[in-house]
């Protein structure tokens, strides 16, 4: 017990002597800092005119230019109006060749957005048809880019009419419209089986989903049949393709993130 006791009192001791010399035991420590950096990529979608099948003209080439009298796109002509297969009991031909109806797409240098693969794209084309008639088949041929960081997938195409202001007769054509298309994908491959034909609402469920990688873009051909009466409605005078008559459309295509749209 002697021992024991003699032990505490010389730790006892001990500990006093150092806490009065001022000498005192602690753990090293090191830190290092940890910083992070966030960027957020962007999606952006463009639009380009890849031609029409009808340009109006029987000259080789033409030039169209902008508002400021710039060239915009040198085409080759196509002469003769393309016609409707037979649809709604009608047959439409045209063996003369007559050059009567015309489409055409433009451009504006002010409407420029952005690059595809070193390719201009813009935010807005415009799509003139002039002198329909039933049976007219105009096709025009659209790119739709992703010039964004993120991929994007086409969520909607919704087309809204316009009463032209300048118009003495503005009627929404889009009954007596059918539609039909083709889409080639990001990879230049034609999409199996082809979306087909249908109403617009049928071009925007083709559409709804479509992915484009960025530096890539999809080609959208669409062919317009002008029909004589109303798609669906009774062969009456009453349902028959206005003459004189004249409509606008703003149509608005929208992509979000490709991980969002199912």
Known sequence: MNKIRQALYLGLTLALVLGLMGVGYSLWSDSITI????????????????????????LATITQYNNVGQPTLTATVS????????TQGVTYSNPQGKDIASALSTQLVADQKCLVSGTQFYSTITETFSHVYPGYH?????????????????????ANYVAPTSCANPVDLIPWMGFSWTIVDENGVTLTPTPGSGTIYDLQNALHGLQIAQGKYVTLTLCICFNEWTIGGQHTNANLLPQNACASYAITVTGSQYNEVT
């Open 79 to 86: 002469g003769a109006d393309p016609q409707c297969a037979a």
């Open 138 to 158: 105009p096709c025009v041929t659209i790119q739709l880019g992703s010039c964004g960081s993120v991929p994007v997938k086409i969520d909607t195409l919704v």
């Open 35 to 58: 910083t992070g950096q966030v960027n957020t990529g962007n999606v952006q979608i463009g639009i380009r005119d890849a031609g029409t099948n009808d340009d109006g003209s029987n």
